[in-house]
């Protein structure tokens, strides 16, 4: 059963707009929450991570929250550029430690037009 | 910068076939791993390694080996590929901490 879902599936928005991803999970324990951008046929890379019940943080033009109450993050995109083209992965892991599994949601794919 | 390389980036085989994909990390991190990524699903636990010659089973293993012969090489290895194989590999590498750092992705076809 999928413990990490995202939504939307896919979003395509005109550059300079604002968009919010949405992640919602059944992991537990949750220990923390990261979401990586995976540009087509690439790795991926991290934006940011939330540890903390009501952790929120920004990172320029990213900026996230996390819910643990509720085992729901956003992921807000202001402003958007055409390189924001990618798909967004949310991550959760249920260690604080190396031994700790990662579980990943199936990615939201947001293409961002002129 | 962490730094995890992976090769071949694309390969092509049939059915039977026998493969090996290849990672090097350079960020002395003892653990590495190995993911499938389809359409559809999360990245997928394949095999993952403490370190130099230690070998742990992840959550979709069937038909992949792997061997970790260094601690900076992991190999994934399929012996008769299926075309249930066909997919997109990445390996990872992590320290004692939570972050782990990715490779560029192998994309592999079994016809």
């Known amino acids: 059963k999928t413990q990490v879902e995202q939504s939307p599936q896919s979003l395509v928005v005109r550059q300079g707009e604002n968009c919010v991803l949405q992640c919602n999970y059944s992991v537990t324990p949750d220990n923390h929450l990261r979401w990586f951008k995976q540009d087509t046929g690439k790795g991926l890379v991290s934006l940011t991570v939330l540890v903390h019940e009501n952790d929120k943080t920004s990172n320029g033009r990213y900026s996230a929250t996390l819910d643990k109450d509720a085992k729901h993050s956003t992921l807000h995109i202001t402003a958007t550029l055409l390189d924001d083209t990618a798909t967004y992965i949310c991550?959760?892991?249920?260690?604080?430690?190396?031994?700790?599994?990662?579980?990943f949601g199936a990615g939201t794919q947001l293409i961002v037009i002129p | 910068e962490a730094a995890v390389t992976q090769s071949p980036r694309n390969k092509v085989t049939v059915t039977g076939g026998n493969v090996t994909l290849s990672c090097r990390q350079t960020?002395?991190?003892?653990?590495m791993y190995w993911y499938r990524q389809d359409t559809g699903h999360g990245l997928r636990l394949i095999h993952y390694?403490?370190?130099?010659?230690?070998?742990q089973i992840g959550d979709v293993p069937d038909g992949y080996k792997a061997t970790r012969t260094t601690q900076e090489d992991f190999f994934l290895l399929l012996e008769l590929a299926s075309p249930s194989q066909t997919s997109l590999y990445f390996c990872?590498?992590?320290?004692?901490?939570?972050?782990?750092?990715f490779g560029p992705g192998t994309r592999l076809t079994v016809l």
């Open positions: 390694s403490y370190g130099a010659g230690n070998l």
């Open positions: 960020n002395s991190h003892n653990y």
């Open positions: 990872a590498s992590g320290g004692t901490g939570v972050e782990q750092y």
């Open positions: 991550v959760v892991g249920d260690r604080g430690s190396a031994l700790g599994r990662l579980h």
